[in-house]
């Protein structure tokens, strides 16, 4: 049975940087795309960032381009999202997700998803 567990998340200053894991169980990484996406109060859901199963490529939305980093450890199983210079719209519940191998329409289409961890920028 497909699961992923989200850890990581917590109350951070502007500026400041959090790693998310996303521990998966029940398939392994080379199945499919890894998404991360947020879902602030009243917003709709937004993919920020994607690794490829293929070949390992990584996409990230505009906003967090080069603030956050995404990565995989395949022996452990788990997906990483790095996010440094962490501002106050940054503040969302985070999900990891399956998604496209190639993570097309990694931006709004998830498939499988954990129950979130919560990510507070504030001072």
């Known amino acids: 049975q497909l699961q992923l567990v989200e850890s990581g998340g917590g109350l951070v200053q502007p500026g400041g940087s959090l790693r998310l894991s996303c521990a998966a169980s029940?398939?392994?990484?080379?199945?499919?795309?890894m998404v991360w996406f947020r879902q602030a109060p009243g917003k709709e859901r937004e993919g920020v960032s994607c690794?490829?199963?293929?070949?390992?490529?990584?996409y990230y939305v505009d906003s967090v381009k080069g603030r956050f980093t995404i990565s995989r450890d395949n022996a452990k199983n788990t997906v990483y999202l790095q996010m440094n210079s962490l501002k106050p719209e940054d503040t969302a519940v985070y999900y990891c997700?399956?998604?496209?191998?190639?993570?097309?329409?990694?931006?709004?289409?998830?498939?499988?998803w954990g129950q979130g961890t919560q990510v507070t920028v504030s001072s």
């Open positions: 029940g398939f392994t990484l080379d199945t499919y795309g």
């Open positions: 997700a399956t998604g496209d191998p190639y993570c097309s329409g990694y931006t709004g289409k998830f498939g499988s």
């Open positions: 690794i490829s199963s293929r070949d390992g490529s990584t």
